[in-house]
């Protein structure tokens, strides 16, 4: 390349490395400051599961655990997470932290195409993390984040709302 | 009305049984393979320049500083792409004397609407790709932009294509004949003019495509987000000059789709030119800005309606005008005209009166395009109408039930033929008006809502009757001239382990087409689902079909499965008669085993079968050749299209100080004749229902004067969100078409059909007591306020 004194090449092309905890495991990443937790995620580490909605942190397609919280991986740079310890819904899968969820969602078919669906377990789960016996309304309330547009929601809720009720009877045993 | 008794209805039968998807379970877990997940080697990335005027000359583009940006392989433009790709046109036969100017992937010097892709950059990244559409200088001479249908309607306003007459693409008119004399002799007349808004499907994963053209094979392969492969091979064959078996078109997961992914897109036609001429695999992901100004968009209505009634309530006659405007062009190959031609065709569908005129005008103008997104047409004919029958019910001071009930061609009076030309097979309305009203309570919640009127509290009950077109013939594109296939095709095998494979033409996006499939072939065959394995969307693998649209997965696709595995299982049961000398009428199968068909006992597993057919087929009498392969085409006969019917209810709650609605409880009665699996017919109502609600209430495509979209982001834009929504009760009559042996017709659409109709009439009775009147969808706070006088 000649000709350029200074290109936006340049200054994009820079990148930092940055350090994770994904999924229980520790990784390093080479990364653009521009560059999104969501596209680090999906992008160098191939990550798929997390999906890009709107990128403006209004659809929940992308959350993902930073540090045991639901995070728009949309919204934050992946240099924002250098450090921090990333779930995604693979990670959430493989440790079963999700299963009881995952398996309710599937009896009741509250999902269609699946596009919102990891962004919206994760939300699922910190909800339930928080809250042991949400009402059917908080559980319509916390997941107003969460855009589906096939579902029409009901069955998510009412999976949602099994979970809960079958954990606390768990617990109370 | 309950389907008659047939074998589907045997115990354990799979057909009727509520089962969760087996391919569902990899979405859960992360593992969906959407095509924008998709990384292929030497993969490159498109991104779009796009314009910002409406309409405007492109005097000159400058891609200088673009083109040696380090990382970017190829900038395009309209020229570079009309070398190798033949221009569209989005008309089809017909529709006498439609028109519509032909389109190329990227325009050579005149932009149409705001946010049409202009140039391509081609790049290692997205970002870089990004980056040089910074340096790019396009240079536009504005021209007149024709935003608002009267303004296209003025006789010498300005025009969308210069040098023609008008901005009409098509006119369409059905006349009845004695239309006027009925309405002169009528004792009471209703009109409205209706306003519908623009909205758009908003799918969660936008659209997706990755193009990889190999040129040592001459060869395109296209993972293409879409619902409709065969559709897509045959376009990109011909507009490239590629033999269509050299076209490989691959449908994976797909993050919705709605219709709005089965047209042809500028930028998708583009990419793979853009592959064509880099000889590597080019991905383009549009993102949720460039979705809204480039999907395609729906149901820009103005409607114009009268009703005539006789002194006791009987529906005499309705006259119709309904201009549509569709954007610059007619979307390809499906046309822009579909939606207002079902507007008018379905209007008074569920009713029993004969005198029937309407006029539609589809009018080009300086916006998105429109074209065929969930239940085409269907939620604007079935506002129109039942809003009408609510306003007849209160002039003459009659219950929005006893109207229908009285008006609705009865059960037993199919077949019928609409006014319109449609020929209803069998429709239940009687039945689903009993049902509905019971679900509901209605009775109550009337008492209710006049206690709460008395504390100020204003409530609305609303009800919608619909008819919705599935199953559709040849004559919804075929004889129009459109290579849209109506058939289906199956390949069903008997694996060498016993399993059975099918290969089918119908595709998933998530409403359980692989599931019903697998849950047909299963209980045709005699075996436990599991051991059935559904493939879908390669046209490379899957014979070629019709896919997923209007409703036809189920009826068509159900069908094509049903007799395919019927031919297998003869095939099965013949080499199972010489094995075991037997007649193969005396034998069955059941739960994977060959049976005696009088007493049940089991003789063999169909997996020995398998075994002696692939690996010992020695052991067969000479001349025995095993068939354990079908493959079967199944075209819709008799009716061109299979009607379904249903009726919604709502509750709803109008706060009069801030004009915001709540939705308190919503309700379905609906009749998809055979029901394959109760939950996910079920579930499709609920989104269908879910989206419709959207549509009275939210989401609206807001232009600006000079033809700006002014609301193109997912903040800006609403969708529904689970807080807003009701819970949806939902009961079934069913009521098999006889045309096929399955008796399924489609239930996608039924829900996004009446809902918006449903809401509309709801708020309206809301505010009877203001005398206060919604002509309009979305129902906004603002409308409901201005309505009111209190704002």
Redesign the interface.
């Known amino acids: 390349m000649s000709g350029f004194e200074e290109t936006i090449l340049d200054e994009a092309d820079e990148t930092v490395r940055v350090r994770f905890v994904v999924n229980g495991r520790k990784v390093a990443c080479e990364v653009a400051p521009r560059e999104t937790l969501v596209d680090c995620l999906r992008g160098e580490l191939e990550l798929t599961g997390t999906h890009v909605g709107c990128e403006m942190g209004a659809c929940g397609a992308c959350l993902v655990q930073v540090d045991g919280r639901a995070v728009h991986s949309c919204l934050m740079f992946a240099v924002q997470a250098d450090g921090a310890r990333i779930d995604t819904i693979e990670g959430l899968t493989e440790s079963g932290a999700i299963a009881d969820l995952q398996a309710e969602f599937h009896r009741r078919n509250a999902l269609q195409c699946g596009f919102c669906t990891p962004g919206m377990l994760v939300n699922a789960h910190e909800l339930l993390s928080q809250m042991a016996q949400p009402s059917r309304e908080a559980i319509r309330d916390a997941l107003s984040g969460n855009y589906c547009r096939c579902t029409g929601y009901e069955a998510i809720v009412d999976a949602i709302d099994a979970v809960a009720k079958a954990r606390s009877v768990g617990d109370a045993r | 009305m309950t389907a008659p008794l047939t074998s589907l209805d045997r115990p354990n039968s799979y057909i009727g049984r509520s089962l969760?998807?087996p391919n569902?379970?990899?979405?859960?877990?992360?593992?969906?393979r959407?095509v924008?997940?998709l990384?292929l080697p030497r993969m490159l990335y498109a991104a779009f320049l796009r314009s910002p005027r409406a309409h405007a000359t492109i005097v000159s583009i400058n891609a200088d500083e673009a083109r040696?940006?380090?990382?970017v392989h190829l900038v395009a433009t309209g020229a570079d792409l009309a070398k190798i790709c033949t221009a569209w046109t989005g008309t089809l036969d017909h529709f006498k004397g439609m028109t519509s100017a032909p389109q190329l992937p990227l325009p050579l010097d005149r932009v149409v609407w705001a946010g049409q892709a202009v140039v391509a950059v081609v790049a290692e990244s997205r970002?870089?790709a990004e980056?040089a559409l910074?340096l790019i200088e396009v240079d536009y001479e504005d021209l007149p932009a024709v935003v608002d249908i009267d303004v296209a309607r003025e006789a010498g306003g300005p025009q969308v294509n210069p040098g023609s007459a008008s901005n009409i693409c098509f006119r369409s008119q059905l006349d009845s004949g004695t239309v006027d004399d009925a309405f002169a002799h009528a004792a009471h007349v209703v009109e409205e003019e209706f306003f519908f808004g623009r909205h758009t499907?908003?799918?969660?994963?936008?659209r997706a495509i990755v193009a990889d053209y190999d040129p040592a094979a001459g060869m395109l392969t296209v993972h293409h987000g879409t619902q409709t492969p065969y559709q897509f091979q045959d376009l990109y064959s011909r507009h490239y000059g590629i033999p269509e078996a050299r076209v490989r078109v691959i449908a994976t997961?797909?993050?919705?789709?709605?219709g709005m992914k089965l047209h042809v897109y500028h930028e998708d036609m583009a990419v793979v030119g853009l592959s064509i001429l880099l000889g590597r695999p080019v991905k383009y992901v549009a993102?949720?800005i460039e979705s809204f100004v480039s999907d395609i968009h729906a149901r820009e209505h103005r409607v114009r309606a009268r009703m005539a009634l006789d002194t006791k309530g009987e529906i005499l006659a309705m006259d119709v005008l309904d201009l549509t405007a569709i954007g610059a062009f007619s979307t390809y190959p499906r046309t822009s005209v579909v939606e207002g031609n079902q507007v008018i065709r379905l209007i008074g569908a569920p009713y029993r009166f004969r005198n029937y005129r309407a006029t539609l005008e589809v009018i080009f103008q300086n916006k998105v395009q429109t074209s065929q997104y969930r239940a085409v047409g269907h939620p604007i004919a079935c506002a129109v109408t039942e809003r009408m029958v609510d306003m007849a019910a209160a002039k003459l001071g009659l219950d929005p039930f006893a109207i229908r009930a009285q008006n609705v061609i009865a059960d037993d009076a199919y077949p019928q033929t609409s006014p319109t030309g449609y020929r209803f097979e069998a429709l239940s309305h009687q039945a689903c008006l009993k049902r509905l009203h019971e679900m509901m309570g209605y009775d109550d919640l009337r008492a209710e809502q006049a206690e709460l009127r008395k504390r100020g509290v204003y409530r609305g009950i609303g009800i919608a009757t619909f008819v919705e077109i599935t199953n559709p013939s040849p004559a919804f594109y075929g004889v129009g001239g459109a290579r849209i296939s109506s058939q289906d095709g199956a390949i069903v095998s008997l694996t060498p382990s016993g399993e059975v494979r099918c290969l089918i033409s119908v595709t998933e996006?998530?409403?359980?087409t692989e599931a019903i499939i697998s849950q047909i072939v299963a209980d045709q065959l005699g075996l436990a689902q599991e051991h059935v394995k559904v493939i879908t969307g390669d046209t490379e693998v899957t014979p070629h079909g019709g896919a997923t649209w209007a409703c036809r997965g189920a009826g068509i696709g159900g069908e094509t499965a049903l007799q395919a595995t019927r031919a297998l299982k003869r095939n099965i049961l013949e080499i199972a008669a010489l094995i075991l000398q037997e007649q193969p009428s005396a034998l069955d199968i059941v739960d994977g085993e060959v049976v005696d068909a009088g007493t049940r006992n089991q003789r063999m597993p169909i997996a020995e079968i398998a075994r002696i057919a692939y690996f010992r087929s020695d052991t067969l009498p000479p001349g025995t050749q095993a068939q354990l392969t079908v493959s079967h085409h199944f075209a819709p006969q008799g009716y061109p299209f299979a009607f379904t019917n249903g009726i919604q209810g709502c509750s709803l709650e109008v706060d009069v100080d801030t004009g915001f609605i709540r939705l308190l409880k919503h309700f379905i009665v609906e009749d998809c004749g055979r029901v394959i699996n109760p939950?996910?017919v079920d579930?499709q109502l609920?989104?269908?229902?879910?989206?419709g609600l959207g549509a009275a209430l939210f989401e609206e495509c807001r232009y600006s004067d000079t033809g700006q979209l002014v609301n193109g982001?997912?903040?800006d834009y609403l969708?529904?969100?689970?807080?807003e929504?009701p819970?949806?009760l939902i009961t079934h009559v069913e009521t098999p078409t006889a045309d096929t042996e399955l008796g399924a017709k489609g239930v996608g659409e039924a829900?996004t059909a009446a809902a918006s109709a449903c809401v509309l009439n709801a708020v309206n009775d809301a505010l009877a007591p203001f005398a206060a009147t919604i002509n309009a969808i979305p129902i906004t706070p603002t409308k409901v306020l201005k309505a009111l006088k209190r704002f």
């Open positions: 969760p998807r569902a379970k990899r979405l859960l877990a992360g593992r969906g959407y924008s997940d990384r040696v940006l380090e990382g970002a870089i980056d910074e499907a908003v799918t969660l994963e936008p997961d797909i993050g919705g789709s709605f993102d949720r996006q998530g409403q359980g939950m996910l579930e609920r989104g269908g229902i879910v989206q982001s997912l903040a969708v529904p969100m689970p807080m929504m819970d949806i829900g």
